[in-house]
């Protein structure tokens, strides 16, 4: 089973003052058949931990290493990382204006497995994912997240997880912006991809509604740039009684 290391990473931003510290020496293993969730205020850096392993060319990696069995994905272009079985679904998907999501998803099917999907199952699998998702089947004629609301758009990053299947699957707030009823068929989606046994998700939120939803085995609350504290899910029910207090006073 597939095992993403995160090894003292240290990520900075250019700022017009110069370079600006965000991550602190992250240290994180996500292994195959497990659920992580990391958890932590606004602005502690959760959002630059995906973009980093995404590869997302504004954040400077100073120090550390990311990898995935044993292979430095920190080396890998974006659409290796891809082929190589990582996933991330961003805290605010892109527009693609011009690109259906039936063109899109099929090119990204294509990307990762080398070859083009057979299209009468394609046709078929799409259509599966949609209607898991409770879409219709026209959203795919629609342009990628080009006047999707807040629920499309997370449902859509769904959609993409069952159709490109993973081995591992970085969730960054996937729950914001959703109603309880979107939440819990984002949440089913989730927990389907999950079921299949071998799957690694690290689930990153700022709230513990989801965690309602979507069962983690380890809890890690980021602060400032790294992990604070770690443990499992009684960890989450702490954060949903206390808040994030006791850990940013800690840090400070
Ligand atoms: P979180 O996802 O936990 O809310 P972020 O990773 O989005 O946190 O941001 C962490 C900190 O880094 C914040 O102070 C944010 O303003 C800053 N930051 C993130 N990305 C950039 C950027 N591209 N340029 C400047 N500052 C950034
Ligand atoms: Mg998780
Ligand atoms: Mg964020």
Known sequence: MATLEIRDLHVSVDTENGPKQILRGVDLTIKGGQTHAIMGPNGSGKSTLAYSIA????????SGTVTLDGEDVLDMAVDERARAGLFL????????????????????????????????TWVKDVNTALGDLEMDPEFAQR?????????????????QLELLNPKIAILDETDSGLDIDALKIVSTGVNRFAEQGDKGILLITHYTRILRYIKPDFVHVFVDGRVAEEGGPELADELEANGYERFVKAGA
């Open 55 to 62: 590869g997302h060319p504004k954040y400077n990696i100073t």
């Open 89 to 120: 679904a961003m805290q605010y998907p892109v527009e693609v204006p011009g690109v259906s999501v039936a063109n899109f998803l099929r090119t990204a099917k294509t990307a990762i497995d080398g070859e083009a999907p057979k299209l009468r």
């Open 143 to 159: 342009n990628v997240n080009e006047g999707f609301s807040g629920g499309e758009k997370k449902r859509h990053e769904i959609v």
